[in-house]
């Protein structure tokens, strides 16, 4: 049964860090494309970033660009997202995604094949 378990949100003050965890079970974690999305209340979810299987490859929105970074361990079957100098803005439950193969059908197309079950972040002070 393919899992994705998401760890590590929490509350934090503007300019804080976090680090999430996104740790998968049950499929061949390095032929997959991971990515973190995130849903503000109301909204719909947003892709943030994402890592294709031999982590060569980043992307991420220009509104975390050079705050967030994105890394994997593929021994472990974990991916990483760490929010740096977080805004209030920033406040959403993140989701991580897989996909098989091209990171480019996650991150273009939105292609998910198994979702997390989300970690809520809030930057509040």
């Known amino acids: 049964q393919p899992q994705l378990v998401e760890s590590g949100g929490g509350l934090v003050q503007p300019g804080g860090s976090l680090r999430l965890s996104c740790t998968a079970s049950g499929f061949a974690f390095d032929s997959y494309a991971i990515g973190w999305f995130r849903q503000f209340p109301g909204k719909e979810r947003e892709r943030v970033s994402c890592?294709?299987?031999?982590?060569?490859?980043?992307q991420y929105i220009e509104a975390v660009l050079d705050r967030f970074t994105i890394s994997r361990d593929n021994a472990k079957n974990t991916v990483y997202l760490d929010l740096n100098r977080l805004k209030p803005e920033d406040t959403a439950v993140y989701y991580c995604a897989a996909t098989r193969g091209y990171w480019q059908r996650l991150w273009y197309t939105g292609r998910v094949e198994h979702w997390g079950q989300g970690t809520q972040v809030t930057v509040s002070g």
């Open positions: 890592i294709s299987g031999s982590a060569d490859t980043t």
